[in-house]
């Protein structure tokens, strides 16, 4: 699944709306890559309503917004490790390599 089809998301979790792709959805747990974000390559990993972002380089969560178990957090890492060639791929189709 290309991170194109699912462009329609919107999200408003900062204050900003814009368009947010899920590049995977896995185990009730949502990756996306915000279009108008910013460096080092991350994701946001949505999870019943929760949010964790997620450095693509060491695949450790460098922020959360909202209430979620330790336990899910390290899946989210897992997750994030299991997929990290696609995801900064998908980073750099976005963003660019930079």
Do not use: C
């Not at 290309?2 to 999200?11: Q, R």
């Not at 990756?31 to 972002?53: L, S």
């Not at 997620?54 to 330790?70: N, P, W, Y």
Request: charged letters at 30%; hydrophobic letters at 35%; zero cysteines.
């Amino acid at each position: 699944m290309h991170l194109n089809e699912h462009m329609s998301e919107v999200d408003k979790t900062q204050g900003v709306r814009y368009n947010v792709p899920t590049v995977i959805r896995e185990e009730g747990f949502e990756v996306r890559i915000y279009t108008f974000d910013h460096p080092p390559p991350h994701v946001h990993v949505a999870k019943a309503g929760a949010i964790v972002r997620i450095d693509l380089a060491t695949h450790e969560v460098t922020e959360i917004v909202g209430d979620i178990s330790d336990r899910d957090v390290k899946r989210a890492e897992r997750l994030v490790a299991r997929h990290a060639k696609r995801l900064k791929e998908e980073w750099a189709t976005i963003h660019g390599n930079d």
